[in-house]
Every structure is written in structure tokens, then in C-alpha cells.
């Protein structure tokens, strides 16, 4: 039997994310984490990435276990199509598998073995055995993992940060990392996403600063803005707007949904919070929370200015919008886009500073204190771009390792250990590794066929036009709404504008002479056609939907 020991990285050096990492011993791959990620601005016409099965598809008999340490997308986000390829069980928390399990019901025919561990427990797969230990994170019952192997312990850990108040969903058990540290160590794997940040993130990860000066003595109605899978952050936010005497109120039913879990798991004492019903949206004392997850958050905010939202809430004068959290790579545009539809309704933006708030990610000094707790022989940064993890250089050379124990895999890179000695890392050994581009609305085989379809789509630019129109009073119901995607030309993008008033004033022309939908689609479609011919785009998408009533 060969008893050198593999570790497998996917997916890049991202702090976006599609993290995944196999570690191979004994004849058996285990794998931590397969995430996904949002498309960067160049990655034009696809929705999501995800990393290339390939290798594990050719190894699927040695698979005995794949461990999600974290509830976000950039964690699980791509295990729906692992699972269709390669049949083993899942380990996660049981928040983790509230939100895998929402998912696996929308999709017919894929089916994934959930197994619900215990943070602060030891389990035992193949005679190999696995420690969790708890985490500290923007999610409850996260957790990282310390393998034992005939080499020393490989650790692996992601989002955490050091803090010693934390309730015990979100707590990190310092006692009991420093019991299994006890043992020798060949590895550590950290996520190096905040090792450029000189101190501890506690307490900076804290949202109270920010919003604490806003709610509290304010008649003002608030409204926060943040990404759904920051359970912490929300949690901080409901709990400080209680103690203000403000209610609550929830726009967007997949957070709804994830805040009865946080309550029927017990995450958040539910006594302290009143909740708030439309009929009460008027009131000033209201705290209203928007959420979504990297792609919709934005968006969302856009059609609640708009008006394009039939849930009773509407911006108004004098509201207090509080955007708690950054764009993701690739959504910029649609952030800016939103915050000046809502600037529109004379509400006043505040966003966070991202100096005055980190990410819950380990800063320069939670990684010092770790590596010098554990003393690992090897030390390799994850989950971060390469300028990012440069810093890892200085938490060596702080904790009296060796430079040459600091490992740095890309995508497909394999880092070998023979007798705890590296064997050969990514300048000797590569395995089949990639992104692959695929529509998040559908879980399906991955094909060739699809990546073509949809980078003609991104070669190309799609426009889609909506509207709204009464056939029998021959009036438009809502106004033409076009949106552009797959276009690296910003002119092209900024056109929208133009293009929907374009439509809408030759529209209220001949709305008269249409007595069908089809005909309202046909003549808005020529419409747009034209416009684009002049500007020599003739092979760009048009979609047409309109509502007839």
C-alpha cells in the first residue's frame, strides 16, 4: 500500500470561492468543502462556477466522505452537481443541512447521503479518524477538521476569527483545538483571505459601530441591506434593533425561511424580538431587513425602488437605507444601479467601510496565534488570491518556520508527503483540473454543448425586455423595462435607458392596433432590433416578455 499522503486543491486561489480541497490517504479521498462562486466581470453570459469533477469522477471508488465545514454557497454551492457524478456520504452541520436539503427538494432525481455531525466530536471513517472542532463564523455550527495520519495531523480550516463572547452556535472552542494540537502536525490549511490585516479581526467583524449611531434615538424608518448567508451579522442587527424597541420586518421569503431554522434551532432568543406584519410598514419605528445571496441582494433592492414588487414595501422620503455589506465581484454594476434607483426616492444611503468592518476570515494575528498553538511542519494558505496570501510569508517568518514549509497549490496542484517530507508539489504534479460555467437554475450534466450555448450568449449580449399592456383599455400597465447582459461594452449596457423609452413612446403609438400579446411582442422585438442595428449589433439576443391582462 503506498502511505504517502495527497493533498488535491480545486477550484483556484479565490476568496470568492468554489473551495475545494481532497485529501488522499490509505487508498481513500476525502474532500472538504465544493463550493461555488459568482462569475467575475470578464466571465460573460454564465450565472455560476463551479470546479471540474474530473478527477474525482476517475477516483469516485476511493471516495468514502466529503465534509461541508460551512453553511455558505462558496462551501456546498456545488455539491448538487457532485452528487450527480459521484455517490458518497455528506457531513455538515445541521443548519448546513436545512439549506442542502431546500435545495435537493426543487431538483428531481438527485438524491445526496446528508449526515449530521457534532462540532467538538471525533468520527471515524475507514479507520481513518476525523476531530471537529468548532469555529467561530458568520455561520452557526461551523466547524474545522484535524485528520489523523501515520504523518501528523492535517488540519483544515476556513472562515473563522478569534473571539471569546460568542454564543455556543458561533463559538470556537479554544481548549479543545489545543488538546488535539497536542499531537504532532504535518499540515495546516487556513483560509488567508485577511492575513494582510495587521491585527485580530475581532472586534472589527462587528456591525454595532456602524448601526448602533443610526438606530438608536432615530423616528427615521431604517432599512438593511445584507447578504442572507451572514446569519452573525443579522443576528447582531435583529437583536440591537429589539433592544431599540424597533420590530422587524423580513423582505424575501428564502430569509424567512432560514430565520425560523436560526429559531428552531435556538441561535437567537426569540423573546427578545417583535415581529412586524405589512399593515405596520408604515411605522417609523419598523426596522425593515433585505437580504439575498450574491446575485440577488442587489437586484432586489432595484425592483422594491422600482415598484416591480407586489410584498406592500415601497421606499419613501426620509427612509434610512444601511447597505451593510460590498458587492461581490461581478455584481458592481448592479449594486450601483440599485443604490442610485432608491437615491431617486429621496432616501438617505449609508454603506459600510470595508476598514471600519472585516470579514469574518483569520486577520495576520487569529493565523499567528493558530500556527503557534498547532506548530505545523507545513503551512498552506487557502481560499484567497495569491497578492493575499503573500502575507502567509509573514506569519512564517513570525512563528520561526522554515520558508520552505509554505505551500501555495492552484487549481489542480497536488502537494505529496512522504516519511513528512514534501515528495513533490505543483512544479512536478498536476491532476485534470477547471472552472466550469453552468446556469444556477438548473442541475444538470454538464456539457460541452451548454459552455458553447451560453458563451454565444456572452459573445454575442442578451437583452431582455419586459412590459406590461392592457389589450381591451389599449394602455401600458408598467413601462418598458430592458436589461442588458454578456456585454463587456459599459455603452452598450448604458443604453438600456434609451432603449426603454424608445419603446415606450412608439409603443403608446400603436398600442391601438394590437389585439394580442404575441403582436406586442413582435413589434417591441422589431423595435429593438432596429435600435441595435444602428449601433451594428445585429446578432445580439432579444427576449420579449410582456403581460397581457
Known sequence: MNDNIKIIHFGGQDEEGNYMTALEIKNNIFIFNSGSKTPRKYELGFETVIPSFEYLKQNAGKIRGLFITHAKKNCWGSLLYLIKEVKCPVFCSPFTEFLIEEELAKIENVKGKLRVVERNHTYSINDVKFHLFSLTSSQPDAFGCAVETHQGMIYYMTDFI??????????????ILSKISSKKTLLLMMSATNFHIPSFTAPFHKLSNFTKRHLVGSKKRIVVANYEHRITELIEIILMASEAGRKIFFHGEHFINLFTRVCLLKYID????????????????????????????????????NNFTNKGLAFRDNDTLLVVCNPKSGTEIDAARSLDAVAAHNVEVFTVNKKDKYDMHPSFEDARLVVNLIKPKFFMPINARYNRMIAAQHIIEKTNMDNDKLLMLDNGDVAEFKDEKLVFSKSYKRVPAGNIYVSTNQIRNVSDKNTVERMRIATNGLILIGLGVDLEKKSITFKPSVEATGFSNNNIRNLNYELSQIIFKQLLMKINTFSSKSEVEGFVHDVAKAYFHNYNQDKIHIVTVCKAT
Open 162 to 175: 478569534i473571539e471569546t463572547d460568542s454564543k455556543e452556535a458561533f463559538s470556537m472552542n479554544l481548549r
Open 270 to 305: 426569540t423573546q427578545k424580538i417583535q415581529i412586524a406584519t405589512e399593515k405596520e410598514l408604515e411605522n417609523g419605528k419598523v426596522l425593515i431587513v433585505i437580504t439575498g445571496d450574491n446575485l440577488s441582494l442587489f437586484p432586489s433592492i432595484e425592483k422594491i425602488a
